[in-house]
């Protein structure tokens, strides 16, 4: 069964940082391309960053690049996200995905088979 768990979220105040983690479990954790996700209310889920099986291969949304940091431990089979600057507008839960391709749909919801439940993240100004 894969499973995927993000731990980390929390509240924080603007220009604040946090780090998100997210475990994987049963699957071979570097054959993924891992992504992250997030959705406040109201709105749809965005991407928010991505990484193949290393931080060579970064990719991320405008709206944070600069700010969010992905990385992955694949001994640990953990993929992180480093946020720093954090704004108000921040504010969302946050998803961990799991991509089986690692060339194709980085950025793309629909081509990511495995999520984890999300973590909050709330940003006071």
């Not at 969010?68 to 921040?90: G, H, W």
């Amino acid at each position: 069964q894969v499973q995927l768990v993000e731990t980390g979220g929390g509240l924080v105040q603007a220009g604040g940082s946090l780090r998100l983690s997210c475990a994987a479990s049963g699957l071979t954790f570097s054959s993924y391309a891992m992504g992250w996700f997030r959705q406040a209310p109201g709105k749809e889920r965005e991407f928010v960053g991505s990484i193949r099986w290393s931080s060579s291969s970064t990719y991320y949304a405008d709206s944070v690049k600069g700010r969010f940091t992905i990385s992955r431990d694949n001994a640990k089979n953990t993929v992180y996200l480093q946020m720093n600057s954090l704004k108000p507008e921040d504010t969302a839960v946050y998803y961990c995905a799991a991509n089986p391709n690692l060339w194709r749909g980085l950025t793309t919801e629909s081509s990511y088979n495995y999520w984890g439940q999300g973590t909050q993240v709330t940003v006071s100004s």
